[in-house]
């Protein structure tokens, strides 16, 4: 058996996905009740939270292209299906894992038509999230243990209120991240109508 029962009552078969089987309502469900770090935060930290995090981060560093923040919003939207595995588990994995996860994060890129931006933005989209896991890292997290690579590249960002944020249950995580994708869904579609009227 390779299929999954989704939070939506729907059936989505991870060896062939389909486009039609990949709804936006239940990556936003799953995302904002999938613990980053495995559960070893200070608190639940969602997925959902974390992607909405990323999208600020361009946001503060002067991105305002919609397609490239959508992207960013939906960077980890394949773990909806795959779950949010460890970077330690990962490498335990190797290939094999690597592949299957490339390979499910285009299917949902290329179902909300945004794996040519990604592929363009990823080294940018990548440095957010760098610096999303830095800030993860210096709050969330226990201190001690080895020190992460990550704390050096990119230093946290300070302006982050984590205190503020764990008011949200995950229902308003889940309803952020719906918010935030219909945002800028409406600004992709503002300017693709810009463009036929010019074309025209």
């Not at 959902?48 to 939207?77: C, F, I, K, T």
């Not at 490339?102 to 931006?117: D, G, N, P, S």
């Not at 230093?155 to 982050?160: D, L, R, T």
């Amino acid at each position: 058996m390779t299929w999954m029962l989704t939070a939506t009552g729907a059936t989505v078969d991870l060896r062939w996905m389909r486009g039609e089987d990949i709804s936006l309502l239940d990556i936003a469900h799953h995302l904002a009740q999938i613990n980053r770090y495995t559960g070893a935060a200070s608190r639940p930290y969602s997925v959902a939270e974390h992607s909405v995090l990323v999208v600020e981060l361009l946001e503060r560093a002067g991105y305002s292209n919609p397609s490239v923040l959508q992207a960013a919003l939906m960077h980890d939207a394949h773990e909806a299906y795959t779950t949010d595995l460890s970077t330690p588990m990962k490498q335990v994995l190797g290939d094999a894992w690597s592949r299957e996860e490339a390979r499910i994060q285009y299917a949902v890129m290329r179902r909300f038509h945004l794996a040519t931006t990604f592929g363009a933005w990823r080294g940018v989209i990548r440095s957010a999230d760098m610096t999303a896991l830095a800030t993860e890292r210096a709050a969330l997290l226990p201190p001690g243990g080895p020190v992460w690579h990550v704390m050096a590249t990119h230093p946290p960002a300070e302006w982050v209120d984590f205190e503020s944020r764990a008011q949200f249950t995950w229902l308003d995580w889940r309803q952020a991240f719906l918010d935030r994708f219909a945002e800028l869904q409406f600004a992709r579609d503002g300017i693709r109508e810009a463009m036929a009227r010019v074309t025209r």
